[in-house]
């Protein structure tokens, strides 16, 4: 059976989402006929052209009632025509000559968003022209993706598409409604791309990865027009967002849609299904309506070793686009620069902090490779990709596999940039530290989480304020630049130990072992330690019936119940202005005004 793969938008822009590509390598070592596509950059590529904005522009001419801002955005609807494809063309590297020009402010039209020359001058100095063209390329699209989204299509955001709608939904009902109103624009044009694909590769098989919230209207907008369109062609759906909402689904209603729901690890799942075998972790509705579970708990798996390297065919024609929207060059990491996706393992080594979704496979199972197979992988890419510039996607790359791949790098002489997720330990020595940045390590994001060694403790990282402090320190005098993952609202937590940490990050950025951080919310997630046994940390369930669709996040009750919303602001206000190099004498608690 041939299967096209897809990756629904919208999502990032800059670099191929990893999952399709590693699904396609597997597949076709299995010698099975498999194609993929990026919906998300094709959508966005096929969205901000000359014609296609000459048509919002139209429909939105049509509007009585405007913003101020968008009324602006209209009256210089001449500019955005004439300057969208160039732009695009910047954005993707096709024409670099066009730096100079795009780095001029006076270039832009005046928007809310357009920085001062000051500014300019600060994030870029006198030669950055490049990234300070990117950066106001950005800033141009951003208010072209807020254009579109008020006036236009509600659902369209810049990388993500009706995220807001299904963020939380215990139940199916809102977004089945929101799929039998008519196409938007952008869905038409969505469905356009898709129409195409199928017409060139004629699959028998339309398999949507999910990773967020952000792409499940459109998987099923696609779907739902394929069962139209193409009624004899099977559908399926899995990836991340499946993973952790979709487990204890009960309404049948989504079969309407897709044929099959695949759980964890696409790999075997998708096998069995397209050669015929025993299905595995895999839902469908059976003639009687009912939901049936093949083989859910089993967990029976590819090994690691044997997943075959990611493969890219298919996806080397796009033209992903770079995008800068912070001055932060650690924070441009993730939207900036053609990264070849891969993992160095699989799941996590520690696997035990109570917030994490240490129950899940894509956590739970913890298993590497030979390191001469892990940079042959690397180098296979490279040939494909022509890219040499590396992010391992991994949960948390555990150092002793680091040094070997640093060391086995070192010796096939590569010249190679990468950054990955670690854990703040005292094994990231300078010695370490120091043959990371000889290979290639550029730099590495992992969690501090909270400050507070109470909430350390109660969270079961496994690390202290003070071996994360000097981990930090080694990596910024070697020259790896950090980012901190970093969270409020912990069961138990106090608003003192939430002022706490964030003075303990304020410190961090001042002696500059980080360079970049943000602070997510806590969810107590029913797959984790907290959410299995909420007790352990302080917190009682709050008792709501169970949703017959999506379910993770758990409500519950704690002591020291803090304002999240003000809290959260706060710490996010002050970490946005450190990560500007700003605000690093101000009391922490004017950031809470
Ligand atoms: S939070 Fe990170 S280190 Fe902790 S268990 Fe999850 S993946 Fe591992």
Not at 157 to 165: C, F, G, Q, W
Not at 193 to 211: G, H
Not at 373 to 391: D, K, W, Y
Not at 543 to 551: D, L, Q, V
Request: glycine share 6%; proline share 5%.
């Amino acid at each position: 059976m041939k299967i096209l793969l897809v990756t629904p938008p919208l999502t990032q822009l800059n670099t191929p989402y990893p999952a399709t590509c590693h699904l396609l390598g597997f597949l076709r070592s299995k010698s099975i006929e498999a194609e993929q596509m990026d919906l998300s950059i094709e959508l966005v590529q096929a969205l901000f052209t000359q014609n296609k904005l000459e048509e919002i522009f139209q429909q939105v001419a049509a509007h009585t009632k405007l913003s101020k801002q968008n009324r602006i955005i209209l009256q210089q609807a001449d500019f955005y025509l004439r300057t969208i494809e160039p732009v695009m063309r910047f954005l993707s590297g096709k024409d670099s000559s066009l730096a100079q020009r795009f780095s001029e402010r006076a270039f832009w039209p005046a928007s809310k968003r357009l920085p001062s020359d000051d500014d300019l001058e600060w994030g870029f100095g006198m030669i950055g022209n490049h990234d300070r063209a990117t950066h106001l390329c950005t800033l141009y699209l951003k208010d072209l993706s807020d254009f579109i989204n008020q006036t236009i299509d509600p659902h369209f955001e810049l990388i993500r598409y009706a995220e807001s709608l299904c963020l939380r939904l215990p139940e199916f009902e809102p977004l089945q409604a929101e799929l039998q109103k008519p196409h938007s624009l952008i869905d038409k044009l969505m469905l356009e791309l898709i129409a195409k694909k199928v017409t060139e590769t004629k699959p028998e098989m339309v398999a949507f990865s999910i990773p967020f919230p952000g792409n499940l209207y459109s998987a099923l907008r696609c779907a739902q027009w394929l069962r139209k369109e193409h009624p004899a062609i099977k559908i399926s759906i899995g990836g991340g967002y499946v993973n952790t909402e979709l487990r204890s689904i009960t309404d049948p209603t989504i079969f309407d849609y897709t044929d099959y729901i695949l759980f964890d690890d696409g790999e075997l799942p998708l096998l069995r299904l397209l050669t015929g075998g025993e299905l595995i972790r895999t839902l469908y509705r059976s003639s009687t309506g009912e939901i049936v579970r093949m083989n859910f708990d089993n967990k029976e798996n590819i090994k690691f070793a044997e997943i075959g390297t990611p493969d890219y065919d298919g996806l080397l024609s796009n033209n992903y686009i770079n995008l800068i929207e912070l001055t932060n060059p650690m924070h441009a990491l993730w939207s900036n620069g053609k990264w070849n996706k891969m993992m160095l393992a699989h799941g996590c080594y520690w696997g035990k902090c109570a917030f994490c979704d240490g129950s899940l496979d894509y956590i739970h199972r913890y298993e590497s490779a030979s390191i001469v197979l892990i940079v042959n992988r690397m180098e296979e890419i490279m040939q494909q990709t022509g890219q040499s510039g590396f992010h391992f996607v991994d949960e948390a790359a555990p150092p002793v596999l680091l040094r070997k791949l640093a060391e086995e790098i070192i010796r096939r002489k590569l010249t190679v940039s990468y950054w990955t997720n670690v854990r703040f330990e005292k094994s990231f020595t300078p010695e370490l530290c120091y043959l990371m940045v000889q290979s290639g390590c550029i730099a590495i994001s992992g969690g501090l989480e909270v400050a507070s060694p109470r909430i350390l403790e109660l969270i079961n990282k496994g690390i202290t304020i003070e071996t994360a402090r000097e981990s930090m320190k080694n990596f910024a005098e070697a020259g790896i630049m950090t980012h901190a993952y970093l969270m409020y609202g912990f069961p138990t937590e106090t608003a003192l130990e939430t002022l706490d940490s964030l003075e303990i990050v304020r410190g961090l950025f001042e002696e500059g072992y980080i360079q970049s951080a943000f602070w997510h919310r806590y969810a107590m997630t029913i797959h984790s330690p907290s959410g299995l046994h909420p007790e352990t940390v302080g917190a009682k369930h709050i008792e709501t019936p169970k949703g017959s669709f999506a379910n993770n996040e758990i409500p519950f009750t704690t002591a020291h119940e803090i304002d999240l919303e003000y809290y959260g602001k706060g710490l996010n206000l002050a970490t946005y202005n450190y990560m500007q190099g700003v605000g690093y004498d101000k009391n922490i608690r004017e950031w809470f005004r």
